[in-house]
């Protein structure tokens, strides 16, 4: 995919541009169970991913794989109904590519979604919690190979990957919703199997509030190429090992379902109050 990376992303934006007009300026992913927000845009135009050239198409339950343009909180976006994961078999560009793609399309901001295990002992499933900073714990990274200097520089800095100004945004919106918000950092592995209860005690350890497969390669490629990138964790489930009960997917969903409406809330808000 390398040597002809660049192509397939200007062929892929470029049908979007074609398909959409003008594009947005905010993009937002949204994550296991947290799908639904697309529903609730307006003017909404679908694109599924395996109509646009260069996409690669999404394969996990409870995703959908498509493209939703629209409007929410009086501005104009995208969502991402369903990412690509790394456990799904894709490689780590492949995970980044719609990244690149909204880079084309000239989105400035992005708001990444997930669902994630809590390993803080003071969060609780159904928290949502601010991605302050993250962890990638896979030695992996999509920016690997020869660097695109027409995307970003060969060495990117990730001090400040999650912004403070959108964070703060976040914080404000939380707050004048009435919504609980936790903080904390973010650590990515590759799954698909959860973790080992001694994996989240050395996690903990590390510093890692929260654990999932997702986010963090899309993170790094928007780092890369000068998106800024804020990112919102549901915590649909504790941690293996914290509560004395087995981990599965299907609680992973009912949790993300039953805190849907304050997840939209929150997210609505924070779009109206970016400025684009
Ligand atoms: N571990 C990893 N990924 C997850 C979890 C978890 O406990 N919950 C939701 N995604």
Known sequence: MQKNLLSVINEAGSFLLEREGAAPRIALILGSGLGELAEEAEDKRVIEYKEIPGFPVSTVQGHKGRLVFGKM???????????????????????????????????????????????????????????????????????IGPNLEALGPRFPDMSAAYSNELIEIVRECAYSNGIRLQEGNYLFLTGPSYETPAEIRAFRILGADAVGMSTVPEVLAANHCGIETVGISCITNMAAGILDAPLNHKEVMETAERVKGDFSKLIKSVVEKMEV
């Open 73 to 143: 909180g009086g501005k104009r976006v995208v969502f991402m109904q369903g990412r690509f994961h790394y456990y799904e078999g894709y490689n780590m560009k492949e995970v980044a590519f719609p990244i690149w793609v909204f880079n084309f399309l000239g989105i400035k901001k992005l708001i990444v979604t997930n669902a994630a295990g809590g390993i803080n002992t003071s969060f609780k499933p159904g928290d949502l919690m601010i991605i302050k900073d993250h962890i990638n714990y896979t030695n992996n990274n999509p920016l």
